[in-house]
C-alpha cells in the first residue's frame, strides 16, 4: 500500500457497489500503465478525500483523484468527468469515449446519474468491499 500522497492517479469507487467493482477489474486488465491506484470510498483514503474535499459530501460513485504539484495535494473530478477522466487514462480505443466532452456537462451528468441510480438494481450491491487478488493488492490504499 502507498501512503495518500502518491503521485500517480487514484480512482476512489463505491466498493459495494458491483458495476464499481467491474469497472475496477476492467480497468485492472486494460491498464497498459499499470500506474492507476484504487481505493474504496469507504476506506481510509477515501474518507480522507471526502475530507479534504467538501464539496464531494454525498458523492457514492465514482471519483478520480489526480495528483498536482507540491501545495496542491490534489484535483478531483466527479460522475460524468471522472468516468471521461478513466477514458483518457486508459488511451486506445477509450479515447473514443473523450467525444462525450461534447455534450454539456449537465446532460452527461443528467445521464450518469440516472444509471447510478439504479446500479445497485442492475449489478447487485456487496455487504462488504471485496478484496482485491492477490497479485494488484499494491495498487490498493486503504
Same mark, same amino acid.
Given at each position: ?10 480512482? &476512489? ?54 495528483? &498536482? ?14 468516468? &471521461?477522466?478513466?477514458?483518457?487514462? &486508459? ?52
Amino acid at each position: 500500500m502507498i501512503e495518500t500522497g502518491t503521485q500517480e492517479p487514484v480512482l &476512489l469507487y463505491d466498493g459495494q457497489c458491483g458495476f464499481c467493482n467491474r469497472v475496477v477489474q476492467h480497468m485492472l486488465r486494460h491498464d497498459r500503465q499499470n500506474t492507476m491506484y484504487f481505493a474504496a470510498l469507504q476506506g481510509e483514503y477515501g474518507k480522507s478525500i471526502l475530507t479534504r474535499h467538501p464539496e464531494l459530501k454525498g458523492v457514492d460513485s465514482l471519483v478520480f483523484v489526480e495528483p &498536482l504539484d507540491v501545495g496542491h495535494p490534489e484535483r478531483v473530478f466527479v460522475r460524468s468527468d471522472a468516468a &471521461l477522466r478513466v477514458a483518457g487514462y &486508459l488511451g486506445g480505443i477509450w479515447k473514443l469515449a473523450l467525444a462525450a466532452y461534447l455534450i454539456p456537462r449537465p446532460v452527461r451528468d443528467f445521464l450518469y446519474d440516472e444509471f447510478a441510480k439504479r446500479r445497485y438494481r442492475w449489478f447487485g450491491k456487496y455487504d462488504t468491499c471485496l478484496l482485491p487478488p492477490r497479485e494488484v493488492r499494491e495498487r490498493f490504499l486503504d
